[in-house]
């Protein structure tokens, strides 16, 4: 760590400093001075999740990969790369490890920028049109993934915690042991991206985002083996959207730009809007609004809903589409338009969604509230607090209460 530390060019107080201003990012209340470095650096080793820590503030001051075992901090026994290992057996291990720090209640995987940048320097280039064929295997995976994609759209997923993760533990070693030829099959590996890609909605919407991120990054090692380049474009704009949730805006756009890149422009229309609507939304989020309102206006051009459908991953409703757009529309400051759009949201939103309605009509209340209109903003808010009632999770409990924040400041004023 001294190594690097020198070659950072920071003080043992530098390092103290920025290990503290990044863990309260991640909630954390670190009081760490000169000496706690000293002593890490005489031979000591913090709890988890400081050797994370400390290794992603490095990682961001050299502009490069370092791992908490490159530190020295952490154990080397767990240093094994799950990049080099076969992509199933990386996602048991992760999932195994995952299941077992939630029964022992262990600190949370932490955000690292270092590596989604190092995947994306990876060989994402092999992508292919993967198989449409679907082996039983496959399909029973599938059948899963749509399950508990439906329920994370309909209810959020707090109520989930770690079943879904403890199912993806239990089969995949399974699957391995098998040694099948259903095994390496692009389906079942597409299957099982995708099954890591609903984990990773889950945690996200718990408000776990380096848990998230951790299962994205194993959903795009398995697509990329499956060759699924559908898969593997929607898990970036995936990632994407979960970066920019933490105000990194410079990753996010990286994210969405390589993902339409990925997909190609013979990728099914749904993606493709799916996509630039993503794109959009960083572009405004930096201040290009040009380019914004261009990818905005090729998201809503291309946009065709597949209502056949059979997979979630393989559409984008009407009503989502919207809600991309009420939200680029507001990064660029347009007000009237940016609350129709989410009106236009609403109107085809359907009515089990209710994590969906929470957050869409708490949006619409707000907007209206901003503009002194309490009596249309009255009945958004009465339809946002009804669908809560029913949702459990952490974006729609944000949204429902700067509601309630915002509808208490109005009061007080009139």
């Known amino acids: 760590m001294a190594a690097l530390q020198q070659e950072a060019g920071w003080t043992n107080g530098d390092l103290a400093r920025e290990v503290n201003r990044l863990g309260t990012l991640h909630g954390l209340r670190l ?4 000496t706690a470095v000293a002593h890490w650096l005489s031979g000591s080793r913090p709890r988890p999740p400081v050797p994370a820590l400390v290794a992603e503030v490095l990682s961001r001051r050299l502009g490069r990969l370092v791992t908490p075992e490159w530190t020295g901090l952490a ?17 048991a291990e992760f999932a195994v490890t995952d299941a077992d720090s939630d029964r022992r209640g262990r600190p949370a995987r932490l955000f690292s920028v270092q590596e989604i940048e190092a995947e994306l320097s990876g060989a994402a280039i092999r992508l292919q049109n993967s198989d449409s064929r679907r082996s039983s295997t496959a399909q029973r995976l599938e059948h899963l993934s749509s399950f508990f994609f439906e329920h994370v759209q309909r209810y959020g997923g707090l109520t989930l915690g770690s079943t879904l993760s403890r199912y993806i533990a239990d089969e995949t070693p399974r699957l391995l042991v098998m040694r099948s030829a259903e095994t390496d099959r692009p389906e079942v ?7 890591s890609y609903v984990q990773a909605a ?18 795009l090692r398995l697509a990329r083996r499956a060759g699924a380049r559908p898969d593997y474009a929607i898990t970036l704009r995936a990632l994407a ?3 920019d949730s933490l105000g990194e805006k410079a990753l996010s756009g990286k994210l969405t730009g390589h993902a339409i890149e990925i997909a190609g422009p013979n990728a099914a229309p749904a993606l493709r809007s799916f ?24 998201a809503l051009r291309i946009h065709q809903e597949d209502l056949q459908a059979t997979s979630p991953f393989e559409t984008y409703t009407e009503a989502s589409l919207q809600y991309q757009r009420a939200l680029v529309l507001k990064a660029l400051g347009a007000g009237p338009d940016h609350l129709q759009a989410l009106l236009d949201s609403l109107r085809t939103r359907p009515v089990d969604h209710h994590k969906a309605l929470a957050i869409t009509h708490s949006q619409i209340a707000l907007a209206l509230l901003h503009t002194g209109q309490w009596d249309q903003a009255l009945p958004h808010a009465q339809k946002a607090f009804a669908s809560a009632r029913t949702v459990s999770s952490m974006p729609a409990r944000t949204n429902v209460a700067e509601l309630r924040q915002s509808m208490a400041a109005f009061r007080r004023r009139i």
């Open 275 to 298: 996509l630039y609507s993503g794109h959009a939304l960083t572009l405004a989020r930096t201040g290009d609004r040009p380019a914004a309102l261009r990818a905005l206006a090729t």
């Open 241 to 243: 959207t979960l970066a």
């Open 189 to 195: 590996l597409t299957a099982l991206a995708r099954l």
């Open 31 to 34: 009081t760490y001075d000169r």
């Open 202 to 219: 889950i945690a996200a919407d718990s408000g776990r985002p380096g848990l998230a991120q951790g299962y994205y990054q194993h959903a």
């Open 75 to 91: 154990s080397p026994q767990q240093a094994a790369s799950s990049s080099t290992a076969h992509p199933i057996l990386a996602l």
